[in-house]
Nanobody, 120 residues
Framework: VQLQASGGGLVQPGGSLRLSCAASGTIFRINDMTWYRQAPGKQRDLVAGITTGGSTDYNDSVKGRFTISRDNAENTVYLQMNSLKPEDTGVYYC???????????????WGQGTQVTVSS
């Protein structure tokens, strides 16, 4: 199983980016999917999460600006980021809890990270 994240880049303050993370391989079911970010010299923090049924939750710092969504048919999670601020800069990682078969436990998988830089 692999999680492939994409969509990062350099954007000016106030701009927008859309991150994608696609899971591939032998997958029976994906449970919760989340986005984390890690700023230089800081710990990795939860940004947003979404359940299989579409319930969402956000870090207070991104509420009203970021939207997490998923396409269950494509095993993909998205993060739409609007009104970006310099403090949103960091490496963004996707995470998914998934079962590789009916009989295996839920395991956590991480994507490789995608850099987001907000700067003028």
């Amino acid at each position: 199983v692999q999680l492939q994240a994409s969509g990062g880049g350099l954007v000016q303050p106030g701009g927008s980016l859309r991150l994608s993370c696609a899971a591939s391989g032998t997958i029976f079911r994906i449970n919760d999917m989340t986005w984390y970010r890690q700023a230089p010299g800081k710990q990795r923090d939860l940004v947003a999460g979404i359940t299989t049924g579409g319930s969402t939750d956000y870090n207070d710092s991104v509420k009203g600006r970021f939207t997490i969504s998923r396409d269950n048919a494509e095993n993909t999670v998205y993060l739409q980021m609007n009104s970006l601020k310099p403090e949103d800069t960091g490496v963004y990682y996707c995470n998914a809890g998934l079962k590789r078969s009916r009989w295996t436990p839920v395991e956590a998988y991480w994507g490789q990270g995608t850099q987001v830089t907000v700067s003028s």
